[in-house]
RNA sequence: GGCCCCUUCGUCUAUCGGUUAGGACGCCAGAUUCUCAAUCUGGAAAGACGGGUUCGACUCCCGUAGGGGCUGCCA
């Protein structure tokens, strides 16, 4: 007899941001977790704009959110849902707690629940507004607008199962009774997210742990509809290199500005997933390999610091490699993204031939960019003063004898740096004092790829003009 | 204030009662070298504190301290 195997349902995962400004890092990560989860399960990942408070929402900031998780990479499965076009169903769920009497009607005023929780905090008791419509006589309701209240149990506990933070207990005399519908009808935070995560079928919620409190809350509300809870993963938060919550100053930026910044999306996704998650010893990965690994489990509990340093050392190791083709096309489209001129058919293909000397010496594509100056900026070149003085340690005379040496060879690297090694010697110097004012020469800097590699990409003839140019400079 | 969570090198982390507490970033020194990188070798660097439990605690329990979250008719 062969045992039947247990129906697992699916993985269904949800990453739901408010629309209130652009995708920042710590919703990237947890929108990360969530689709790595589901991919790694063979779940869905489902998108919800959390929509509902209308005065701080905006389009322009679910586009940016849209705009943000396509950077990375981070798609999800069908339509993402706005939680506000939700509403007239949460207002449907209020009232069906009503009839089940696990809400009801409050019409007390704010200025009343002010009132009593001054006194509470005065008199040194819990702040929980305890409303007296819990229990008032139907016959007493006014006819005037009214909240409609959970009405949560005020004895026992609610146990949250978290498979990150373990077994969260909170005494219900500490849990109060929470709105679930405004006085205008809309439905709150607590309420919509329950509502939609059941109605969506999310069997796992993947979120900040700043959402551990509400687990609790809406675990009240699961329980007085009779729905079965998902499993709650409480992911700690992003902190800044001070420790504190993250501000603009660090890494509280929007996702864009890390692309602006020359990142590579995959190498985002290995910072942020190590950020948080391990798999053992391993630093640097692939996202093919993060899906493979991924789980639950070796999530930590405390919260991490953004660190740059990390984060630009693992896309340097990212730029190193990617294949070059790839990198040109990144490059592409941050140059268009940047605004910038596109690159020339000359300089596209310059670019993909310095691109494994380029590579091993940036870690950001403004540093590809900035290391590739010498196809990018025409001369003559605006030098430093090191360079100047880069250019100058050698007499022009020399530079043009070397010069004349170069004009009918065979243009290689490899042959250049024999000739350029042989007249080094003849001259009784080292490579060093003829190579830094030849690199000058071509490149206008002290810092560049070999010099012999960007001769060859730059070519006989162009190579040969920024000599000469020099030369005629120098003299 | 109340409730809840967290605490291993500067940072990210491994460890799931027995390890010289491992790796990575960063830092320092050296090698290599046409500059810068890259690469290689080596080094400094950690269990917040105090009590327990145990033959034995980074690991389990309690307390303290520090940090964080929630405590809205925001999400």
Known sequence: MTATPPVVPPVVTRFAPSPTGFLHI???RTALFS????????????????????????????EAIFEGLRWLGLDWDGEAISQFARAPRHAEVAHEMIARGTAYRCWSSVEEIEAFRETARAEGRPPLFRSPWRDADPATAPDAPYVVRLRAPREGETVVEDVVQGTVTWKN?????????????????????????????????????????????????????????????????????????LSKRHGALGVEAYRDMGY???????????????HGNDEFF?????????????????????????????SGQHIRAADDAHLLAELEAFLAAQ????????????????????????????QIIDMASFILVSPPFAMDEAATKALASVPPETLEKLTSRLRNVTWAASDLETIVRDFAAAEGLGLGKIAQPLRVALSGRTVSL????????????????????????GS
């Open 26 to 28: 710590g919703g990237a």
């Open 35 to 62: 689709w790595l989860y589901a991919r790694h399960t063979g779940g869905v990942m489902l998108l919800r704009i959390e929509d509902t408070d209308r005065a701080r929402s905006t389009p322009e900031a679910t």
């Open 173 to 245: 005399e500490t849990l109060d009774d929470l709105i679930l519908l405004r006085s205008d009808g809309t439905p709150t935070y607590m309420l919509a997210v329950v509502v939609d995560d059941h109605d969506m079928g999310v069997t796992h919620v993947i979120r900040g742990d700043d959402h551990l409190t509400n687990a609790a809350r809406q675990t009240l509300i699961y329980r007085a509809m009779g729905w079965d809870v998902p499993v709650f993963a409480h992911i700690p938060l992003i902190h800044g290199p001070d420790g504190a919550k």
């Open 264 to 278: 590579l999306p995959e190498a985002m996704r290995n910072y942020l997933a190590r950020l948080g998650w391990s």
């Open 286 to 314: 692939t996202t093919e390999q993060a899906i493979s690994w991924f789980d639950l489990t070796h999530l930590g509990k405390a919260p991490a610091r953004f660190d740059f340093a990390k984060l630009e050392n693992l």
């Open 339 to 366: 605004k910038r001129p596109p690159l020339t058919e000359v300089q596209r293909s310059q670019i993909l031939r310095a691109m494994p000397g380029l590579k091993e010496r940036a870690r950001t594509l403004l």
């Open 450 to 473: 070999g010099v012999f590699d960007m001769m060859e990409i730059l070519g006989r003839e162009q190579s040969l003009a920024r000599l000469d140019a020099c030369i005629k400079a």
